[in-house]
């Protein structure tokens, strides 16, 4: 057996009581605890990234395209379904899917209050599957055969509640243009994202409501909402969709659209790496200390040691084989809490949120192996690394005045 490894056994805390077992308990805490918190703190800041960004996905997509227009309007002007981009995108394995949309303002009446809200008009095409997590009461929209208008529509809890309205409520919906009009629809399904962008003015219908209220043709469209196969390239497949689209579309990225939204979570990303940061080096830190106290405890021990033959490098080891011991066990309780939380408020969202503050009403959870093992890799490499830094005092440690050491 290796004698130093032989000898770090017995000096654990397991073999060693008082003084030294404490020690060691507080060694493996730190470690476990330090490791514990970083590893809840991304699995958190990942399910906040993970949910806000699919429930701003679901509505507009990776990208909108419309047409290029001078003005501000909250319409589009049409496009058609026969562009060469609608046409050719099928050819392009990272664009996941496409569906058309357009947009018109109006005002729904109430019994009681008027609400300026925007209609956004969706096809069969309309990403259903991605929207139904924020489906939190009835069902989606039903479209009928083609070239007849759907009046089914899908409000915003939010909406319902200033006009009193719930499922099956049917409600009129006036649209200001030359000459005014108005439509009586029937409320189907209400959503909730808690994002006001969306709560507060948008509802969902049929988008042959618009063509006919516009008088456009069966293949016209506002534009086109495209999803991609991973949204962290966001910004490198912009250039491919350039290439791709026609002279006369305009490109949006659902990034800059909403841009407060996207900042606000990278400036979760800089607290929790400073908040990393501070981790490891508090555990750095306690690490040496420990190990500067386990030296000197054991100081009698090194120079019997080095009076028995042993070299500097051999009792090195002893000390190191003891902080890998430590750090392993410290590592296995903070995965053991780490996922164990994880885990836990997966199951039943035990911890819950202001969904105003934070437009979600529990603590997500994402599971990122990869980031889960890096932070493993990053703890073990920077403790280890310190360890050497107090071993390297063994060299200077005089066997004759350590042997009387009291």
């Known amino acids: 057996m290796n004698l130093s490894y032989f000898i770090a056994k017995r000096i654990s805390f397991k073999r060693t009581g008082g003084f030294t077992g404490t020690i060691h308990r507080i060694a493996v805490a730190s470690i476990a605890i330090g490791l514990a918190i970083m590893i809840v703190s991304f699995?958190?800041?990942?399910?906040?990234?993970?949910v806000i960004s699919e429930k701003v996905f679901s509505f507009t997509g990776h990208y909108q395209l419309h047409r290029f227009v001078m003005s501000k309007s909250l319409e589009e002007s049409p496009t058609s379904k026969d562009s060469f981009f609608f046409t050719e995108y099928p050819k392009h394995d990272y664009i996941?899917?496409?569906?058309s949309y357009a947009t018109k303002p109006g005002l729904l009446k109430g019994d009681q209050e008027v609400e300026g809200v925007i209609l956004k008009g969706v096809g069969p095409d309309f990403d259903s599957l991605t929207f139904s997590t924020s489906l939190v009461k009835g069902r989606f929209i039903h479209f009928p055969a083609e070239g007849v208008a759907s009046n089914e529509i899908i409000l915003?809890?939010?909406?319902?509640?200033?006009?009193?309205?719930d499922v099956g409520d049917r409600i009129t919906m006036y649209f200001v243009q030359d000459p005014p009009r108005f439509r009586r629809f029937e409320v189907v399904g209400l959503y909730e994202t808690f994002l006001e962008d969306f709560d507060d003015?948008?509802?969902?219908?049929?988008?042959?409501?618009?063509?006919?209220?516009?008088?456009?043709?069966?293949?016209?469209?506002g534009g086109f909402e495209v999803f991609v196969d991973n949204a962290a390239n966001i910004d490198q497949y912009a250039t491919k969709l350039y290439d791709l689209m026609d002279y006369d579309l305009k490109m949006v990225k659902a990034t800059d659209k909403y841009l407060q939204i996207f900042d606000w979570l990278e400036l979760l990303n800089n607290n929790v790496?400073?908040?990393l940061g501070l981790i490891l080096f508090v555990a750095a830190f306690n690490m040496v200390s420990i190990l500067f106290i386990l030296i000197m405890e054991r100081t009698q021990m090194i120079g019997i040691l080095k009076a028995l033959g042993a070299k500097n490098h051999q009792i090195r080891?002893?000390?190191v084989w003891n902080g890998l011991r430590i750090i392993g066990r410290g590592m296995l309780i903070g995965n053991l809490v780490g996922l164990g939380f994880g885990l836990i408020q997966e199951k039943t969202q035990v911890i819950t949120l202001d969904p105003e503050s934070y437009y979600m009403s529990f603590v997500p959870v994402f599971w990122d192996w990869s980031m889960?093992?890096?932070?493993?890799?990053?703890?073990?490499i920077i403790t280890t690394a310190v360890l050497f830094i107090p071993a390297m005092v063994i060299a200077n440690v005089n066997p004759i005045k350590s042997i009387r050491f009291d």
């Open 43 to 50: 699995m958190i800041l990942g399910g906040f990234q993970e």
């Open 96 to 99: 996941r899917h496409v569906q």
């Open 156 to 165: 915003s809890t939010k909406i319902a509640r200033k006009l009193l309205l």
């Open 201 to 221: 003015k948008v509802i969902l219908g049929d988008i042959q409501t618009i063509r006919v209220l516009n008088d456009w043709e069966a293949e016209e469209v």
């Open 273 to 275: 790496y400073v908040f």
């Open 317 to 319: 080891r002893i000390f």
């Open 372 to 380: 889960i093992f890096g932070l493993n890799m990053l703890i073990l």
